[in-house]
């Protein structure tokens, strides 16, 4: 079955409907709803007990939000990691800008999409990256062969046929063979976007 | 769908806004079996789909400002309507515990109003409720309304990627699901 075999047989199917009658009555039952919904919104509060209600609610959502933002603060670290290992996210990006996509990029100032003018960049499994210089953290999602600028660092990010990452900077070569490496405080880590999400 | 809108339309939308309930019971009368069978292809069920058929229309009054235009009206009623569904697929996901059993009531519902005009019109149906919401909820409006993709990433608030994404492989499935029916069978 074709695409278009699929779409007439589905719109051949009929849904069950509800009697004639209960047409002819539904218009004039919905305006009733309206009507009734409007009296009930201008009837005069009396009773202290909606008040209350709101004033406990009111209460209720004030502690809410301080829990909430104490819990955000602890949660930010994590959050920026959970964004890139969303895989539709991704995957919806890459699509959106095929063969286009050099980088996203996760830092302190949010998400950031990397794009290259024309769709030149090749196909191959986006790699996942994260360093962190002693004061900042930065991660992005990248594909081999990409030269980018992360933490203040400018570096090629290559993978090997064996799936083994190795990033280039200036002074400095990292790989996921011996991921120890530690300079200036530089911490990185490597690895197939795969084994992320 | 694409349909003619009503000549007197704009001028019900008018007074609607005014709060005329009179003129948007003739808006009702005009789109009632659209938003019917539009919340029956999400629900599965009868009674359900009058429930948010009612709950469309009050909805679309109280929010009526915000239309502006840009679309068809339907398309704004059927925005409403595709989205109340979800909402209602999410509650029903919740209640897994009871869902086998309002499944059989809506079955036997079916059954007891005269149900499904023909087979075909069950089978698709049965193969439609098999699907996830969101899946669902994408078939509903390119197939049924005939929304391109980017009228429906608008009404369900995601990338036309997303949709497309969501379109296909509901295809994939309903294809197998709806496997060996031919349209000269029924």
Excluded at chain 1, 136 to 163: N, P, R, Y
Aim: some cysteine.
């Amino acid at each position: 079955m074709n695409n278009s075999e699929l779409d007439a047989l589905l719109k051949k199917a009929r849904t069950p409907e509800p009697p004639e009658e209960f047409w002819e009555e539904f218009p004039q039952q919905v305006a009733r709803g309206l009507n009734r919904a409007r009296t009930e919104n201008f009837r005069p509060r009396q009773n202290w007990f909606p008040r209350l209600a709101w004033g406990f609610a009111t209460a209720i959502c004030i502690l809410a939000a301080f829990a909430v933002g104490h819990w955000r603060g602890r949660m930010e670290a994590k959050a920026s990691t959970d964004v890139l290992a969303d895989a539709t996210m991704v995957r919806e990006t890459l699509a959106m800008f095929p063969n286009q996509v050099r980088a996203i990029v996760q830092d302190e100032h949010g998400l950031n999409l990397v794009l290259s003018d024309n769709a030149d960049v090749p196909a191959s499994p986006p790699i996942y990256v994260s360093i962190y210089d002693g004061k900042h953290h930065s991660s992005l999602v990248t594909f081999s062969g990409q030269e980018i600028q992360i933490a203040g660092q400018k570096m090629t990010v290559l993978s090997d046929a064996q799936g083994g990452i190795i990033l280039m900077g200036n002074d400095f070569a990292w790989s996921s063979r011996d991921p120890a490496y530690e300079k200036n405080d530089l911490k990185i880590e490597a690895k197939p976007l795969s084994t992320v999400m | 769908m694409a349909r003619m809108a009503q000549p007197d339309e704009p001028n019900w939308i008018q007074n609607s806004l005014a709060g005329d309930t009179e003129a948007y019971a003739a808006i009702v009368k005009e789109h009632q079996k659209m938003v019917h069978a539009v919340a029956f292809r999400m629900t599965g069920s009868l009674a359900d789909a009058e429930d948010l058929t009612q709950e469309t229309f009050l909805r679309a009054f109280r929010q009526i400002d915000s239309f502006r235009g840009e679309s068809k009206f339907s398309t704004w009623l059927c925005q409403i309507a595709v989205n109340l569904g979800l909402n209602w697929c999410a509650r029903e996901n919740r209640r897994d515990d009871i869902h086998s059993e309002w499944a059989a009531d809506a079955i036997s519902e079916n059954d007891s109003r005269g149900g499904f005009p023909d087979e075909l019109s069950r089978r698709v149906q049965n193969a439609l409720d098999k699907l996830p919401a969101k899946q669902r909820a994408a078939i509903v409006l390119t197939i049924y309304e005939n929304q391109t993709h980017a009228e429906a990433a608008k009404t369900l608030n995601c990338t036309e990627a997303t949709v497309s994404w969501r379109v296909f492989t509901a295809r994939q499935k309903l294809k197998r699901l709806l496997k060996g029916i031919s349209h000269e069978q029924f």
